[in-house]
């Protein structure tokens, strides 16, 4: 879960093949601008439907391609993408319905496999192209905006399967990389391509040499844990016409082992202590949604400043680090906040095609309450790694001490039907790189891994853990997260996040650091002295979460992270 909401998103297209001779009928529009003060993205050519409208068969977006305008000066574009979203019209002037076959990956959407259920309808294609612009360095502003042109199939209406031709289906959403450390994995398929005469097909699948298993309704169906070595899924969809198998193949490997941070010549490794010098819970401020980093001195002064990873000047993070009060150390540490998650204002947030950093292919739904973010399919590690190498290179050439990467729990709303393995297999590879550049990492939410987690981090943040009551181990023990049962501090699995704070290292010899947030907005905890029910005051709080030998450096934020809110335990100041 994150706190820095800005406004809305948009997905890249992916290029693809057209078939030969293609002809379409097309009913392009214009270019309309969101922002009269910006120009809008520039299109040459206009948009058309390439391909043969039938059930099974790909179908391409065609004939304009999109470029940046030039930009008034002092604007700068922080990112170009296009979008394809497929609909289903029941004329060639609406309504119309999303596609049958509509996959999570709209970046990635600029072909498509015409669905059963689009027999009968003509289809349509809006494609937008995206600027996203800033406009100004400090407070950082930017502006989105939008073109767009969209065809219409209008000469005829998407054919039906050929009749007595074995149905048809593929995977879709992502599949394993070819050598993974996850050891369980989740596949979707399409909805069978079928000739309505021959049947409804049976779909059935295999994982290795083991039975054959109806499909779910869902499309999605697990494979159950793996062990090391060559795996193979296959799934056959079969009718009256005869049946047609598809199939994927991959390496189970082992996990890396967890590297501990390894000091550089750039950087010596700070392990945030659970513990300060005066034995409590070391302090912090969280202010990621600043551009400039607000310093806190006097009573309210801290040791930790968790903020921003691209906003964040080098002179600033100089400053923190050799001017800036601090509570108990002689100046603060800094945080470099980092988000795994796609975030179209970053500068690295263009899609291949475009220059940057991400694959469309690995972009999938947009972050709940976060229109401007997208969900990354973190099974696409190879692909990935260039965009996580250069924002840890950045945090540790602009001096940080130590990295929060943010949205480390995809939801099962991200479109690509993860595991924890395939998480654990993410996650192992990029704590292990930050170690390598001197950084140490903070695990951020995702209790039902923090067992595991501490052993590739060295302190964690969390959110709401009051709110949800999920801050100790015991809180939570008994209850069953996907394969996961989550038990005491003494049991294998504790989902608490007293197992950072008992976590007893060389390095880290009082526990490892917990950082824990409330926000004003849940209407829970209360402001200090302010009369409320007792388990909602703040000293009740405090001394829940604060207060014991295991709890956090506990906090009432405002959820905007603005630095408008600091109410830090014991009593507010």
Known sequence: ????????????????????????????????????????????????????????????????????????????????????????????????????????????????????????????????????????????????????????????????????????????????????????????????????SDGVPDQEYQVDAGPWTPVPSTEVFPTGTLGLGTHSVRVRVSNAAGSRTISYSWQVVPLPAPVSCVSTSLHTCWFPPHLDSTGHPMRWDWQIGLTTPLERTGASAVDIYDIDGFLTTPAELDAIHSQWQAATLPHPKAICYLDLAWEDYRPDGSTFQYGGLFPGSALGNVYFGYPQERWVDFRQLAALTPMLDARMAMCAAKGFDSIE????????????NLTSGDIQNYLASTFNTAHRLGLTVLWKNNGTL????????????????????????????????????????????????????????????????????????????????????????????????????????????????????????????
């Not at 294609?125 to 939008?146: D, G, L, R, S, W």
């Not at 149905?167 to 450390?181: A, C, I, K, L, Y």
């Not at 990467?405 to 690509?416: E, K, L, T, V, Y």
Request: hydrophobic fraction near 35%; charged fraction near 15%.
């Open 405 to 416: 990467f943010d949205d480390i729990q995809p939801a099962r709303s991200s479109g690509f």
């Open 1 to 196: 879960m994150r706190r820095f909401s800005i406004a809305m998103a948009v997905a890249a297209l992916v290029l693809c093949l057209v078939p030969a001779g293609a002809q379409a009928s097309g009913a392009g529009g214009r270019a309309q601008p969101q922002d009269g003060t910006i120009p809008p993205p520039v299109a040459t050519g206009t948009l058309a439907i390439g391909g043969f409208p039938q059930d099974g068969r790909t179908v391409s977006a065609v004939d304009v391609t999109w470029r940046p305008p030039a930009l008034p000066t002092g604007y700068r574009l922080l990112s170009f993408n296009v979008a394809n979203v497929w609909e289903a019209c029941a004329t060639p002037h609406g309504p119309c319905v999303p596609g049958a076959d509509t996959t999570a990956t709209p970046f990635a959407a600029g072909c498509y496999v015409v669905g059963h259920a689009d027999t009968g309808s003509y289809l349509r294609v809006i494609e937008t192209a995206t600027e996203v612009v800033q406009t100004e360095a400090v407070p950082f502003t930017f502006k989105v905006v939008h073109a767009s042109q969209r065809a219409t199939f209008g000469s005829k209406t998407v054919a039906a399967y050929p009749a007595g031709v074995a149905p048809s289906t593929r995977f879709v959403n992502g599949t394993p990389e070819p050598r993974t450390g996850s050891t369980s994995e989740n596949f979707q398929v399409q909805a069978p391509h079928y000739a309505t």
């Open 450 to 573: 923090s067992w595991w987690g501490r052993q590739y981090s060295d302190g964690a943040i969390v959110e709401e853990c009051y709110v949800y009551h999920e801050c100790f181990s015991s809180w939570v023990a008994g209850s069953t997260h996907g394969a996961i049962t989550c038990t005491t501090l003494s049991g294998p699995t504790p989902c608490g996040w007293d197992d950072f704070t008992t976590d007893v290292t060389p390095q880290q010899p009082t526990g490892k650091w917990v950082g824990e947030a409330e926000y004003k907005q849940d209407r829970v905890v209360c402001d200090p002295g302010q009369p409320c029910r007792p388990h909602r005051e703040f000293s009740t709080y405090c001394s829940i979460v604060y207060g014991r030998a295991s709890g956090f450096a506990a906090v009432k934020f405002d959820v905007d992270l603005d630095g408008s809110l600091f109410y830090p335990c014991p009593n507010g100041t």
